[in-house]
T-cell receptor, first 113, second 111 residues
Framework: SQTIHQWPATLVQPVGSPLSLECTVE??????LYWYRQAAGRGLQLLFY??????ISSEVPQNLSASRPQDRQFILSSKKLLLSDSGFYLC????????????FGPGTRLTVT | SQQGEEDPQALSIQEGENATMNCSYK?????LQWYRQNSGRGLVHLIL?????REKHSGRLRVTLDTSKKSSSLLITASRAADTASYFC???????????FGAGTILRVKS
């Protein structure tokens, strides 16, 4: 069966510090991968998605970047965090073969102080 | 941008009652999905309905889709305390695999 992991689960970082969040998927190959951010009490905002290694599409111009160095690994990064980067970050995968359901990881709660 | 808008924003019912949540959207879609999120957790996929379908069932869940009104509803029958969560609709566009999520409905089921 497929599983998706995210780490860390929680993170408190000062303004101006770098960020690296990691997402890995097991039990599937060549998935579509997504990074979302969820503000408190709000819906999900799509940040990045990837249909293959090295292929990243950005949805919202911002202080963040994403990379996919391996087929089942998706990384969200920032060189200098802003207060507005605080939120709940969710990674999701999708088979990409005509199946539209997305399967989410447990999320990372980021607080920028 | 958020395409789906859920209504109501919050709903509180007694265990055993039915819960109905609505979702409206603006553009043409390929499919519409409903997800559940327990507090502080990731989202769980509940059900998908395609644009050429009008109704779909899965256990205690019933989803309807009216593409002429650009709206969908999720009915949870015989609710349980464990159904307490936030529920989100997500629309899949006509082209591509991306989803656009609404702001969600917070459901509280009191035992």
């Amino acid at each position: 069966s497929q599983t998706i992991h995210q780490w860390p689960a929680t993170l408190v970082q000062p303004v101006g510090s770098p960020l690296s969040l990691e997402c890995t998927v097991e039990g599937t190959s060549n998935p579509n991968l997504y990074w979302y951010r969820q503000a408190a009490g709000r819906g999900l905002q799509l940040l990045f998605y990837s249909v293959g290694i090295g292929q990243i599409s950005s949805e919202v111009p911002q202080n963040l970047s994403a990379s996919r160095p391996q087929d089942r690994q998706f990384i969200l990064s920032s060189k200098k965090l802003l207060l507005s980067d605080s939120g709940f970050y969710l990674c999701a995968w999708q088979t990409g073969y005509g199946s539209y359901e997305q399967y989410f990881g447990p999320g990372t709660r980021l607080t920028v102080t | 941008s958020q395409q789906g808008e859920e209504d109501p924003q919050a709903l509180s019912i007694q265990e055993g009652e039915n819960a109905t949540m609505n979702c409206s959207y603006k553009t043409s879609i390929n499919n519409l999905q409903w997800y559940r999120q327990n507090s502080g957790r990731g989202l769980v996929h509940l059900i998908l309905i395609r644009s050429n379908e009008r109704e779909k069932h899965s256990g205690r869940l019933r989803v309807t889709l009216d593409t002429s009104k650009k709206s969908s509803s999720l009915l949870i029958t015989a609710s349980r305390a464990a159904d307490t969560a936030s529920y989100f609709c997500a629309t899949g566009m006509e082209y591509g695999n991306k989803l656009v999520f609404g702001a969600g409905t917070i459901l509280r089921v009191k035992s």
